[in-house]
C-alpha cells in the first residue's frame, strides 16, 4: 500500500494538498506546528493509490510519497 | 508486498533550507520544479542562480547552487556578466515581476534582444509582494492593491504588461512560455516549459524565459483556494497560459509541421 | 627592467583603454557617452582578436552590472564612462563594496551638474572618493595627470582591485582623456588574477562548497562584520599605495595643492610663481583615497599659506583642509562647469597670497 509521510513542521495549512488529492485522503489534523500550523494528515490511507498529486501542489516541498 | 520506494525524493538541488514563503504562496513551487529540472538534466554543479529583489531574495539559500544576489531588476546584466566570463555555466535569474517588468524592464528586454544564452523564470504574481502589496505593472485593471486602493484603473495607472507577448517581438528570444501554478496539470505543464527553457540554453539556443502566474494570497487578500481560482478564473484570461516560442521545437519538429 | 617598450603618440583614452588590457583586462562593458567614446571604440577593436569579450551595455546601468557579474565569475572586468554615467553605477558599485568584489572603473570627468558639456571637470572628486553609492564603503581612487599614467594607473588599479578586493576608480577629465602625447606601452599582461576561491561558476563539488556573492545581512552584527573587513582594507590601503608627488622649492611661500589636469596648470606656475619672486611647492596626489594626508600635514607646518586649484567649487580642498587640520591657511582657486583657471590666473593668485603672507 502507497504511503505518504508529511513534515508537519513544515506544512502551512495551505489546503493545496487536500483540494487536489483525486482520493480525498488528506485532511487537516488537530496537532498545532511550532507556527501555529495545523499541519495535514493522512486520514484515508486506503484510498491513497500513490499518484503523489500532493506533493506535486505541495509548495513547502513537506510531502514524500512512497509507492 | 513488494518494497516502497519514494517517488519524490527531495530535490538535490535545493538545499533543505525551510522556505520563507507564505502558505500556499507558489514561489515554493517554482524553486521545487527548477530544482527538479537542475537535477534531471544533471547540471548542479554548473548551474549559478542570479537571486534578485523580492521575496525570493533569499534564493540563494534555498538553490543549492553557486548564487549572485543582484540588485533590484539588475539580474539578467549581471547573468550576462557571468556568462559571458563562464559560456559553459548554466545561469538562470528568478524574478518578480516588480524586479523584471517595472525596474528591470531595460535589462531584461536587451538579454533577449542579445540573444544571451541564459534563462529567466519570471514570477508574475500582478503585485509587489515582498513591500507589501503595492501596484505592479502587471496588476490587472480593477484589482485593488496597497497603492491602488479602489482598483487599478486605465487613467491613473495604464495597462498591465504581457511580458511574454513583448518579448516574442524580439528574434533573439529562442524559448518563450507563459504557464501557472495552479492545477496538477498546469503544474505538470510548467515543469515542462521549465526543462525546455535549460535545455534551450544548454543546447546554446539563446535567451529563454518562463513566465509563471503565482499567487500572493497574502496580498491579494484572499485565501490559497480563492487565489488559486482567481488566476483561473480572471488572471488566464488576460495572461493566455501558452508556449510562445519554441526554437528547440522548430528545428527538431521541422519535418511534421 | 630591460624589457622593451613600445613608445607612441596616443591619445589619453587610447592609453587608458591599452592600459587596461596590459592590467589583465578581457571583459569590457560600457555604454557610450563623451569624452571618453574612444576607451570603448578601441576596446570593441582590441578585445575580440585576443579572446575578450567587449560588450556595449544598454546603460551605465547595465554595464555596472555586467561588470557586477563578471567580478563574480572572477575575471579581470572592467567599464569606463563620463560623469551622468558614472552617476547611473552608484547602485552597482555599492554591490560590489557589499560583497568585497574587483573592478575597475574609469571616469573621464566632464562638466556639471546636469547634462553638463563635455570639456574637463574636476567636479566629480566626491563621487569618487565619498561615493559608490549608499552606505559605508568607496572606490579606491587614483588620479594620473598625464597619457602615460592613465595607461599605467589603469594598468595597475587592477592589482589594486584584486589586493583590497575593491571597485578602484581611475579619475581623470575630458582634456587628460582627449590629448595626445607620447606613452610608453607596458606589454600586455595574460589575465592572470590571483587565486579566486569566492568566485561563481563550473566546478568541481569534491574540490569546494558552493559560493554564494551576496551583500544582504539582515543580522546587523554580519552587516557590521562586512564593513568593518571593508574598513580595515582601507587602513591597509592607506599604509601601502597612498601615492604623491612633490615639485618645487624646498623653502616655499606658498604651497600649491592639484591633482591631475589641474596639476599640470600648477607645475607651470610654480616656475613663473618663480620668475615672479614667489616660492611655490606642489603637492599632487596620485591616489585620493587614501588621500596622502601626510605631505600636507607636513607642509602645514611650515607655510603659512596653501593655494588649492581644482576644477570644482571646493571639493578636494575639503580633503586639503581635513589634512592641515587648521595649521596654515587654505584658500581655494575653483573653476567650475568646464572652465579652466590660466597659468596667469594661479601666479597671480600666489602672488598675492605670498604677498600677505608676511604681512599680518
Ligand atoms: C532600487 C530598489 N528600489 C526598491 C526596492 C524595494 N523593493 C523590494 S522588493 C520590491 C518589489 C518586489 O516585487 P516583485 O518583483 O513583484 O517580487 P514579489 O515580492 O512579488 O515576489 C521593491 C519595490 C529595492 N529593494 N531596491
Ligand atoms: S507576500 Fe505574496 S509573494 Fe511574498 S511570500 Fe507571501 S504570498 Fe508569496
Ligand atoms: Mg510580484
Known amino acids: 500500500m502507497p504511503k505518504v509521510v508529511i513534515d508537519a513542521e513544515r506544512c502551512k495549512q495551505c489546503m493545496l494538498c487536500v483540494r487536489y488529492c483525486p482520493r480525498a485522503s488528506l485532511r487537516l489534523s488537530d496537532a498545532t506546528t511550532s507556527k501555529g500550523y495545523h499541519p495535514v494528515e493522512q486520514h484515508d490511507e486506503e484510498a491513497c493509490t500513490g499518484c503523489a498529486i500532493c506533493a506535486l501542489v505541495c509548495p513547502s516541498v513537506c510531502i514524500e510519497v512512497y509507492r | 508486498m513488494a518494497e516502497l520506494t519514494l517517488v519524490n525524493p527531495y530535490p538535490d538541488a535545493l538545499t533543505g533550507v525551510e522556505m520563507r514563503y507564505c502558505p500556499g504562496c507558489t514561489h515554493g513551487t517554482a524553486h521545487r520544479l527548477v530544482a527538479e529540472v537542475i537535477d534531471e538534466l544533471g547540471v548542479k554543479d554548473r548551474t549559478v542562480a542570479i537571486a534578485t529583489v523580492g521575496c525570493s531574495v533569499y534564493a540563494y539559500e534555498y538553490f543549492d547552487t553557486d548564487a549572485v544576489q543582484a540588485s533590484h531588476g539588475r539580474g539578467p546584466a549581471v547573468a550576462t556578466g557571468i556568462k559571458r566570463v563562464h559560456p559553459d555555466s548554466v545561469v538562470f535569474t528568478y524574478q518578480g515581476d516588480g524586479d523584471l517588468a517595472s525596474i528591470g524592464m531595460a535589462e531584461v528586454v536587451h538579454a533577449a534582444a542579445r540573444a544571451e544564452n541564459f534563462t529567466i523564470i519570471f514570477i508574475n504574481n500582478a503585485v509587489f509582494g515582498m513591500t507589501q502589496g503595492q501596484m505592479a505593472p502587471t496588476t490587472l485593471l480593477g484589482q485593488k492593491t496597497t497603492t491602488s486602493p479602489r482598483g487599478r484603473t486605465v487613467a491613473e495607472a495604464g495597462h498591465p504588461i504581457r511580458i511574454c507577448e513583448l518579448l516574442d517581438t524580439l528574434d533573439g528570444a529562442a524559448f518563450l512560455a507563459r504557464e501557472a501554478l495552479t492545477t496538477p496539470a498546469r503544474i505538470r505543464s510548467a515543469k515542462r516549459s521549465i526543462r525546455r527553457a535549460f535545455e534551450t540554453q544548454l543546447a546554446g539556443a539563446g535567451f529563454s524565459l518562463v513566465e509563471l502566474l503565482s499567487i500572493c494570497p497574502q496580498w491579494w487578500g484572499m485565501d490559497v483556494l480563492e487565489a488559486i481560482d482567481h488566476v483561473e478564473d480572471t488572471m488566464i484570461e488576460y495572461y493566455p497560459v501558452r508556449v510562445f516560442r519554441d526554437r528547440l521545437g522548430e528545428e527538431e519538429g521541422g519535418g511534421d509541421a | ?360
Not at chain 3, 552597482?92 to 547634462?115: A, D, F, K, Q, W
Not at chain 3, 561563481?200 to 557590521?224: C, F, K, Q, T, Y
Not at chain 3, 620668475?275 to 587614501?290: S, Y
Open chain 3, 1 to 360: 627592467m630591460s624589457e622593451q617598450r613600445q613608445r607612441v603618440l596616443i591619445t589619453g583614452n587610447e592609453a587608458t583603454a591599452e592600459g587596461g588590457i596590459a592590467g589583465g583586462c578581457r571583459h569590457f562593458f560600457g555604454y557610450p557617452i563623451t569624452p571618453q567614446n574612444k576607451i570603448p571604440e578601441y576596446m570593441s577593436e582590441h578585445l575580440p582578436p585576443i579572446g575578450g569579450v567587449y560588450l556595449q551595455a544598454e546603460s551605465e546601468v547595465a554595464a555596472i552590472n555586467m561588470v557586477y557579474g563578471a567580478a563574480a565569475a572572477g575575471a579581470r572586468a572592467m567599464t569606463t564612462s563620463s560623469s551622468p554615467g558614472i552617476s547611473l553605477m552608484q547602485e552597482g558599485l555599492s554591490y560590489m563594496l557589499g560583497t568585497e568584489l574587483p573592478c575597475v572603473i574609469v571616469n573621464m570627468v566632464r562638466g556639471g551638474p546636469g547634462l553638463g558639456n563635455v570639456a574637463a571637470a574636476q567636479s566629480d572628486y566626491w563621487l569618487a572618493t565619498r561615493g559608490a553609492g549608499h552606505g559605508d564603503g568607496r572606490c579606491i581612487t587614483l588620479t594620473p595627470y598625464s597619457v602615460q599614467e592613465l595607461h599605467e594607473f589603469t594598468a595597475g588599479a587592477f592589482e589594486i582591485a584584486d589586493r583590497y578586493r575593491n571597485p578602484v576608480c581611475v579619475l581623470a577629465d575630458a582634456i587628460l582623456a582627449s590629448m595626445m602625447e607620447p606613452c610608453e606601452l607596458l606589454p600586455r599582461r595574460e589575465p592572470s588574477p590571483p587565486e579566486r576561491p569566492w568566485a561563481v561558476g563550473p566546478h568541481d563539488p569534491a574540490e569546494r562548497e558552493r559560493n554564494i556573492v551576496n551583500s544582504l545581512w539582515v543580522d546587523h552584527n554580519l552587516m557590521e562584520a562586512v564593513n568593518l573587513r571593508i574598513e580595515e582594507r582601507y587602513r591597509q590601503a592607506a599604509e601601502e599605495i597612498t601615492d604623491w608627488e612633490e615639485f618645487g622649492s624646498d623653502d616655499p611661500e606658498v604651497v600649491l595643492c592639484a591633482y591631475g589636469i589641474s596639476a599640470r596648470i600648477c607645475e607651470s606656475a610654480v616656475g613663473q610663481a618663480a620668475q615672479a619672486g614667489v616660492r611655490t611647492r606642489l603637492i599632487r596626489p596620485k591616489t585620493v583615497f587614501p588621500f596622502p594626508r601626510a605631505p600636507y600635514a607636513r607642509w602645514a607646518e611650515r607655510v603659512e599659506r596653501m593655494l588649492v586649484v581644482e576644477l570644482s567649487m571646493g571639493q578636494f580642498v575639503e580633503d586639503v583642509l581635513l589634512s592641515v587640520e587648521g595649521r596654515c591657511q587654505v584658500d581655494l582657486l575653483g573653476r567650475a562647469g568646464g572652465s579652466m583657471p590660466t597659468v596667469a590666473d594661479v601666479v597671480e593668485r600666489v602672488v598675492a597670497l605670498a604677498g600677505k603672507a608676511g604681512g599680518h
